[in-house]
C-alpha cells in the first residue's frame, strides 16, 4: 500500500503523522486532532484558539463559496513576526548586545494589500519595517508604513522619480534608506538631494566572495547581477567623499540568497560582510547598520537537513549565530555594536497561506485480482508472459521485471509487423501489469528492494485530478520543482488504501504534482484515500504564503481562486473578515485584451444566423445565450452542479 504498511500493523493517528510528515513542518500551526482532521493553531505553538479546516470547508460551503480557496490566516502573520523578533531580542540579551535589531519585510516576498496592511499593522510593536525594491512597492510602503522607528529599505535600481519619491519620504519622517546597487546611482542620489534640499541617509549592496547553497544559490557570490564588488563599493567611497556625502553611508547591505539551507554558509557570509562593513567605518563612513539581507528558511520537509527543502537550524540558533558573528567581529575592531537588520520574507509569510482543493476524479491504476486461462491459439510470446506472472516471488523480483518488460516489447514489435491481432497485444499488456502489481506488493517485504524496481510505485499510482492549477496556485512546484507539504485535510484516521499523483485541470502535461515530501527522501506518490461518492474529498497544499500568490500565471485562462482571510478576535471567536471572489471567465478573458462585449456580440450573431437557417430555435437561443453569458460570469474552476 504505502511505505508505512511494512512497519505499522495497523493505521492510527500517530500513523497518518508520521505519512504526512505534519508535526515535523507544520511548526505549531498545523495538526491533526483527534477526529482525523487537520487543525490550525495561528498563535503557534500548539496554543490558543485553533480551527478545524473541515469545519472551515462546511463554514465555506454554507456561504457559497466554492473551491479551489486559499485561506489566510491573519493570526499566523502576527505569530511569525513577533517569533523572528523575540529570537534576536533573546540573543540579544544572551550576549549583552549593545545594538538593535530591525527587522524589514520584503515586499516581493507577497505584494498583496492584505499582507502589507496586515504586518505594518501587526510591526509596529516590534519597529518592524518594509523592503521596496521598485516605485510600485515603495509607493504602497510609503501609504502604509506609519512607525517612525521602524526601516524602509529601498533595493533594485532607482531613477529620478524614484529617488525623489524615498527623499520625499524622509522629509514626512519615514526612515527611509537608500541602498546602492550600481555606481551610476550615486550621482543621481546626489544630485535629487541637493535639488530637493534632503540629505539621504545610504547603504552600500556589497557582492561578497561567499555563497550560499539551494534554489536561489545564485543570488550571492561574485556572479550575482546585484551589488558592487569591493573595487567599486571604494568608488563609491571616494565619490561620496568628494561631494561631502561621506556621512551619509550608514549602512552594509548583502544577500546571499532565498531559502538558504546551510548555517554554515550564512555564518561565513555574515563574518565576511562584517568584515567590509568595519572596512567602510576605518575609511571614515560612519557605520551603523548591517543589513543581512533574506535566506531565513523554511523546513518545508520537516527534515531539519541542509536540503533544498529543509534548513538545519532553528530560528533562535540564526539570531544567535547572527548576533554572535557581528559583535566578535565588530568588537574586533573596536567600533560599536551596529544595528542588525534582516530581511526574512519567506520565513514570515509562508505559514500564512493554505490552497484548500477538492478531487474531481481518479484515474486508477487497477487490474483483475487474477488472469482469465490462455487459450490453446495464444502466441508462444503471450504464454511466457503469463507463465511469469504465475512465478513472482520475493527472490525474483527483478527477474520477472526484466523478463516482462521484454515480452511486451516483443509483441509490440509484432503488432507492428501485423503479426499478432490487437486483442492479443492488449492480452499481453494486462498480463504485463498484472506482473508490476504482483511485485509492487512484494516489494514491501525487502529491506533493500533492486535498484531497478525504485520507480516502480510512481509508474503505478493513481492520478487524482485536483480542482486547482498549478500554474496559477503552486508554481514553483512546477517551475523549479519546490516541494510544498500536500495532504489530505480530513479522514485521516481512515488507512488511505491508493497511492497517487496529483493532476491540476489545466491541459498541460506539465500540470501536476508528482514529488512529495519526506523526511528521508523525496516521496513520488502521496498516500491518499478511496473517494466516496456525493462527498467532496478535499486536499490542502501548506507553506505557500511565499512568492506563489504573485508568481502565479493565467495558464488555460486559469485565475486567481477565492480568497478568504480568517482572525479569531479577544474571546478566541473564529470570524471571516475578508472575502473575495476570484476571477470570472470574463475577467480572465478582459486581462488577455479580450473585450467581452464584442465576444458576446459576435457569438449573439452567430446564434442569430443559427435560427435564420432554422438550426435552432428563438427559445434555443434564449437558452445558449444565457448559458454563455453565465458561462462569462461564472468561477473559471470548475463548479459544482446546480440543484
Not at 500517530?14 to 508535526?23: H, I, K, N, S
Not at 574586533?332 to 478531487?359: C, D, K, M, Q
Not at 481518479?362 to 495464444?378: D, G, I, N, Q, Y
Request: contains cysteine; hydrophobic residues 35%; glycine residues 8%.
Amino acid at each position: 500500500m504505502n511505505g508505512f504498511q511494512h512497519i505499522h500493523d495497523k493505521w492510527t493517528l500517530d500513523t497518518a503523522r508520521e505519512a504526512y510528515g505534519v508535526d515535523a513542518w507544520g511548526n505549531g500551526y498545523f495538526r491533526i486532532n483527534n477526529n482525523g482532521e487537520v487543525v490550525v493553531t495561528p498563535a503557534g505553538d500548539h496554543k490558543g484558539p485553533e480551527v478545524s479546516l473541515v469545519q472551515v470547508t462546511r463554514d465555506l460551503k454554507e456561504r457559497g463559496w466554492s473551491f479551489p480557496v486559499l485561506l489566510r490566516f491573519e493570526g499566523i502573520l502576527y505569530s511569525r513576526v513577533k517569533a523572528i523578533n523575540e529570537s534576536f531580542r533573546g540573543a540579544i540579551e544572551e550576549y549583552k548586545y549593545q545594538g538593535k535589531y530591525r527587522g524589514v519585510y520584503p515586499i516581493k516576498v507577497n505584494q498583496q494589500e492584505q499582507v502589507i496592511e496586515e504586518l505594518s499593522s501587526y510591526g509596529k510593536e516590534f519597529h518592524h519595517g518594509l523592503e521596496a525594491g521598485s516605485k510600485p512597492e515603495l509607493i504602497a510602503a510609503m501609504s502604509y508604513l506609519s512607525d517612525p522607528e521602524a526601516l524602509l529599505i529601498c533595493n533594485g535600481y532607482k531613477d529620478q522619480e524614484f529617488i525623489d519619491l524615498g527623499l520625499s519620504a524622509r522629509k514626512l519622517g519615514i526612515n527611509c534608506i537608500f541602498v546602492i546597487e550600481t555606481l551610476q546611482e550615486v550621482p543621481l542620489i546626489i544630485k535629487r538631494s541637493e535639488a530637493l534640499g534632503i540629505r539621504p541617509v545610504l547603504g552600500v549592496r556589497m557582492k561578497l566572495a561567499s555563497s550560499g547553497s539551494g534554489h536561489w544559490k545564485e543570488s550571492g557570490g561574485d556572479r550575482s547581477v546585484f551589488g558592487l564588488n569591493a573595487y567599486q563599493v571604494m568608488e563609491v567611497v571616494d565619490l561620496l567623499k568628494k561631494h561631502d556625502f561621506l556621512d551619509c553611508l550608514q549602512l552594509l547591505h548583502f544577500h546571499l540568497g532565498s531559502q538558504l539551507p546551510n548555517i554554515r554558509d550564512i555564518r561565513s557570509a555574515a563574518t565576511e560582510a562584517c568584515r567590509v562593513y568595519c572596512g567602510l567605518a576605518q575609511e571614515g563612513a560612519p557605520m551603523k547598520m548591517i543589513d543581512l539581507g533574506g535566506g531565513l528558511a523554511v523546513d518545508y520537509d520537516g527534515s531539519h537537513t541542509n536540503s533544498n527543502s529543509s534548513c538545519n537550524y532553528t530560528l533562535d540558533e540564526y539570531a544567535r549565530d547572527m548576533v554572535e558573528v557581528v559583535m566578535g567581529t565588530v568588537e574586533e575592531a573596536e567600533l560599536p555594536h551596529p544595528t542588525i537588520i534582516t530581511e526574512s520574507g519567506r520565513a514570515t509569510v509562508a505559514y500564512y497561506s493554505v490552497l484548500l482543493f477538492n478531487i474531481l476524479d481518479v484515474s486508477r491504476f487497477a487490474m483483475a485480482e487474477s488472469l482469465p486461462r490462455l487459450s490453446e491459439e495464444a502466441h508462444e510470446l503471450t504464454r511466457n508472459i503469463y507463465h511469469t506472472s504465475q512465478s513472482v516471488s520475493t527472490r525474483n523480483l527483478q527477474e520477472c521485471f526484466h523478463d516482462a518488460i521484454f515480452y511486451r516489447d516483443e509483441v509490440r514489435n509484432l503488432f507492428r509487423s501485423g503479426t499478432v491481432s490487437i486483442r492479443e497485444r492488449a492480452l499481453v499488456e494486462e498480463i504485463f501489469w498484472y506482473v508490476m502489481l504482483r511485485i509492487r506488493d512484494k516489494m514491501g517485504d525487502l529491506r533493500h528492494p533492486p535498484r531497478d524496481l525504485e520507480g516502480l510505485e510512481s509508474a503505478l499510482a493513481d492520478i487524482y485530478y485536483g480542482n486547482l492549477s498549478v500554474f496559477q496556485s503552486i508554481p514553483d512546484s512546477w517551475a523549479i520543482d519546490q516541494l510544498f507539504p500536500i495532504m489530505p485535510i480530513h479522514r485521516l484516521n481512515e488507512e488511505p488504501t491508493r497511492q497517487g499523483i496529483i493532476a491540476d485541470i489545466t491541459c498541460d502535461c506539465d500540470g501536476k504534482i508528482d514529488r512529495f515530501i519526506d523526511i528521508h527522501e523525496i516521496r513520488r506518490t502521496l498516500p491518499l484515500h478511496e473517494l466516496v461518492e456525493n462527498e467532496d474529498y478535499v486536499l490542502g497544499a501548506f507553506l505557500i504564503g511565499a512568492y506563489q500568490e504573485t508568481l502565479g500565471d493565467l495558464h488555460n485562462l486559469f485565475g486567481d481562486t477565492n480568497v478568504i482571510s480568517i482572525r479569531f478576535d479577544e474571546d478566541g471567536e473564529m470570524e471571516y473578515v475578508r472575502e473575495l471572489e476570484g476571477d470570472t471567465v470574463e475577467d480572465v478573458l478582459q486581462y488577455v485584451e479580450y473585450d467581452t462585449k464584442d465576444l458576446i456580440r459576435r457569438f449573439r450573431e452567430k446564434a442569430e444566423r443559427a435560427v435564420k437557417k432554422q438550426v435552432i430555435s428563438g427559445s434555443e437561443r434564449k437558452t445558449i445565450m444565457n448559458t454563455y453569458m453565465e458561462g462569462l460570469r461564472g468561477y473559471t474552476y470548475h463548479e459544482p452542479e446546480s440543484l
